[in-house]
C-alpha cells in the first residue's frame, strides 16, 4: 500500500486517505501500518482498516447502505466449507431476498447480486442451475433475455456438452479446464454471428478483446 500511496501522490499531488480491506479468515491478522528502516532511516506508513470478519451481521442486515451487502456476501463465502451445501444455498438465497427487499436502484441491484452470484460459488454445479431458478421466481422474471443472459445460457450449455462439471475429483482438472476453453471459443463464436460487439462479448467471457479477435480470426476461416 504504501507504494499506491507514494505513486499516486507523485502522479497527482493530491491528499491521499488509504483504507485496507481484510476479507481473509484469520481473526489474528490485522496490520495496521507498514515500518521500513535502515541505518538510522525509518519510514511509518499507517491506514485505515475494515477486518470483515470483525463485523457484525445482524447490524449488517439492518443497514441501508448498499456496501452492507457486500460485506455480507463476503462473510457467507468465508462459511464455506464449514457448513454442508444445503445450509449454504439457503443462507445465499436469503441474501438475495435482503437485497430485493432494500431500496436500491436497479443498476445496483444488478451488480450487487451478480456479485454474490459469483463470489458465492457451490461444488456441486446443480445447486447454481437451482439458485438461479429461485431468483427468477422472486423477482417474476418474464422479461426477454439481454445479452447477457444470452451469453450465460450458451455458457451452460457448452459446458453441458463438453462434460465440463464443477467438484468432480482433482484428477480431471485439466480436462475441466480444456472443457471451459473449448466453451468459451464457442460461444465467442455463437455471440459474434448474433452480431454482438467484441468488446462486450470479451467483458461478459471475462477474455481480453485480444482474444476475442484472436479466437475469431482462427476458428471462421
Known sequence: MSTYF???????????????IFSDSSPNYHPKSFEWGILGTELRYSFTTFKVLDQKEEELKASPNPFSIIILTVLLALKKGKIQEGE??????DLAKQLLSKSISKPKIHALMNFLRF???????????????????????????????????????????????LGREEGREEGREEGRI????????????????????????????????????????
Do not use: C, W
Not at 507514494?6 to 491528499?15: E, S, T
Not at 449454504?88 to 438465497?93: P, R, Y
Not at 431458478?133 to 422474471?141: F, G, I, M, P
Open 182 to 221: 473449448e466453451s468459451t471459443i464457442q460461444v465467442v463464436l455463437n455471440a459474434h454471428e448474433q452480431g454482438i460487439d467484441n468488446g462486450v462479448i470479451a467483458q461478459l467471457v471475462n477474455i481480453p478483446v485480444e482474444a476475442v479477435d484472436k479466437i475469431l480470426a482462427e476458428y471462421r476461416k
Open 6 to 20: 507514494y505513486r499516486i501522490f507523485d502522479k497527482h499531488r493530491k491528499p491521499i486517505a488509504a483504507i485496507a
Open 88 to 93: 449454504l444455498f439457503e443462507l445465499k438465497l
Open 119 to 165: 463470489y458465492v460459488r457451490f461444488e456441486d454445479y446443480t445447486k447454481d442451475d437451482k439458485f438461479e431458478l429461485a431468483l427468477d421466481q422472486l423477482t417474476e422474471k418474464t422479461q426477454p433475455m439481454g445479452i447477457e443472459e444470452i451469453i450465460k445460457e450458451q455458457l451452460a450449455a457448452e459446458y453441458k456438452k463438453q462434460g465440463f462439471k
